[in-house]
């Protein structure tokens, strides 16, 4: 055992499955594998479990656009048992990796992929033990003797060469549990099947609201279908006053499903690691927003659009967004909805891409992983104007979903209001919340009897992470991002953002969660990299990773992190 390098991968969900994917296809035997995973099962995770889905829970991906595994899943799903299929209202016969699937059935996919890869690394020799039921509590580097150990339960500890954290959402509770019928989340849905006679408060309008959306309204009425197709709703009768109210900061709703003519959120034409590395080195250290707007964004579109690059060639960041958004702030949040049903269902049978918003799409992800290298100033704007219209744009509501939004509003019981920026909750010890917010007739608070925060995963705080030896010890360190100017930091400052001089004098911008380096390694509080412990857990890097990109994340970031461990190994054959 001297001689083999011991790996830990916490966490047994999609982001541990595409990690233990990469040890297997390494075909090393001179390292051990062992995944630490808090349920009984592997692959599923939160979202594809009855942690983060019932059975009326669709995917917003399709077998296409999920990075290959072991099998497909159109090949898949000709495996799974006619019970289990009918559950789902599935024919094989009629399945294609163009179809979205059902969560919880997707979650069996995943749970069957690392059944498969076991059984590939007992065949390659691979050692490897998987724990089970085993909540890591804490992480504790021993660096003078270069090891690790892993906490489980607060009592047994485990000793490892390198560990990967890969332990996915969290969904911190604040006010759940002690204010009646307030939830700081819609998860796990299981509670939320709740028969009301009153009206619900959404705040937000993400994916995660459909998901209340859907559960929700399948408790209090049901859904069928018009003479036409067309998907009705009828409230059941001790429902007759149950409605959904959706508050956003924007009032808008997200853009439906449509054809990608690259699923995988790669394009040719991006810039490479290298051009990225030589731009930052001749820009003072900084990556500039407005660069990867133009060469990641705007260029690869002028060869596929050219109508639409000439009208967006000469617009800014900034500009570009306000014109894309001009719309859909002046049209009815759900007449857009149903526009872009009719255009997203003519690109999907077409199989034409919408190149504009798929480039978007690939913008958020390609600028992913260098935005740690963003000024300050970049950082806010991508924040303040990007970032909103990438999250309405690429949340791709699957057809289902957005057949039934459009059919709860029909029938008067789903509504949207914009509550902008100065909004606030209050929750109500007695049951629910306060909703406060102004518009055209001024000041609203509005009180509702059921509230549900929609918002989607929380970026999380440094001080949120639950492995408190490394913050104690200073293994890590809050994330932050330096200002260009001295100006812009002491603006930020008025305004209240959390701004930080170091000893030098130089102004930096506190972000949420930890830092870390290119290779998703932590960083210390002298700036210095950890070779033993890399973190892919999204809450926690979210200041660095702005982007949570799902399945494609875990792919991309796994590839980084195995090649990192690998060439280790070459530089230390080598000196």
Not at 296 to 306: A, G, H, M, N, T
Not at 406 to 418: D, K, M, P
């Amino acid at each position: 055992m001297k001689n083999t390098k011991r790996i830990a991968i916490l966490g047994g969900g999609p982001s541990g499955l595409f990690m233990f994917k990469r040890w297997v296809d390494a075909n090393r035997s001179d390292i051990s594998v062992d995944v630490f995973e808090r349920k009984k099962r592997l692959g599923a995770g939160m979202p594809y479990s009855a942690e983060g889905a019932n059975d009326e829970h669709i995917t917003n991906v399709s077998g296409n656009e999920i990075p290959l595994l072991v099998t497909s899943l159109a090949d898949w799903i000709t495996t799974v048992p006619k019970d289990t299929l009918d559950k789902f209202h599935i024919d094989p016969k009629h399945f294609n990796d163009y179809k979205v699937l059902p969560r919880l059935l997707f979650g069996q996919y995943l749970t069957a992929q690392f059944d498969l890869l076991q059984k590939q690394a007992r065949e390659a020799g691979l050692e490897y033990r998987v724990h089970y039921n085993s909540p890591v509590t804490d992480i504790i580097d021993d660096a003078a003797n270069e090891r690790v150990f892993v906490e489980v339960n607060g009592e047994e500890r485990f000793e490892f060469d390198r560990v990967i954290v890969c332990t996915g959402h969290n969904w911190p509770v604040k006010n759940e549990g002690i204010v009646p019928h307030y939830f700081d989340s819609p998860y796990p849905p299981v509670k939320l099947a709740l028969k009301l006679d009153h009206a619900v408060a959404i705040k937000g309008s993400s994916l995660t609201a459909v998901d209340a959306i859907r559960t929700l309204a399948r408790h209090n009425g049901s859904f069928g279908k018009h003479q036409n197709g067309q998907v009705i709703y009828h409230l059941h009768p001790d429902s007759a006053n149950f409605k959904i109210v959706l508050h956003t900061r924007n009032g808008m709703l997200p853009a439906v499903r449509f054809h990608l003519d690259n699923s995988h959120l790669v394009n040719t034409s991006l810039l490479s690691k290298d051009e990225i590395a030589k731009h930052i080195a001749a820009n003072n250290g900084f990556l500039s927003l407005d660069y990867i707007f133009e060469k990641d964004f705007k260029l690869p579109i002028r060869e596929k659009e050219p109508e639409f690059y000439d009208k967006i060639k000469d617009l800014g960041l900034e500009d570009f967004v306000s014109a894309m958004l001009e719309l859909r702030e002046h049209l009815d949040p759900f007449q857009l909805l149903k526009a872009e049903y009719a255009e997203a269902e003519k690109s999907i049978k077409r199989k034409q891409s919408i190149y504009w918003k798929e480039m978007l799409g690939v913008l958020s992800f390609a600028l992913n992983y260098p935005a740690k290298h963003l000024s300050a100033e970049d950082m806010q704007r991508l924040q303040k104007s990007l970032t909103p219209l990438i999250s309405i744009v690429i949340a791709y509501i699957p057809q289902s979903s957005s057949e039934e939004l459009l059919a709860l509003h029909s029938a008067g019981v789903l509504s949207l209001i914009s509550v902008g920026d100065d909004s606030w909750v209050e929750a109500e010890p007695k049951g629910g919340a306060t909703y406060h917010y102004t518009n055209e007739a001024g000041q609203q608070s509005v009180h509702f009897n059921t509230y549900i925060d929609c918002v989607g995963q929380p970026r999380l705080d440094f001080n949120d992470l639950p492995f408190k030896s490394l913050i104690n010890n200073r293994t890590v360190t809050p994330a932050r991002l330096k200002f260009r100017s001295a100006e812009e930091a002491t603006k930020a400052l008025a305004e209240g953002k959390d701004v930080l001089q170091d000893a030098n004098g130089d102004y930096y911008l506190k972000v949420s969660g930890i830092a870390i380096n290119d290779r998703f390694q932590t960083v210390d509080a002298y700036g210095a990299y950890n070779e033993r412990i890399y973190v892919m857990a999204v809450p926690y890097i979210g200041g660095y990773n702005p982007d949570y990109s799902g399945l494609d994340f875990s792919e991309e970031a796994s590839s980084i992190i195995i090649k990192n461990v690998l060439a280790e190994d070459v530089y230390s054959t080598v000196n």
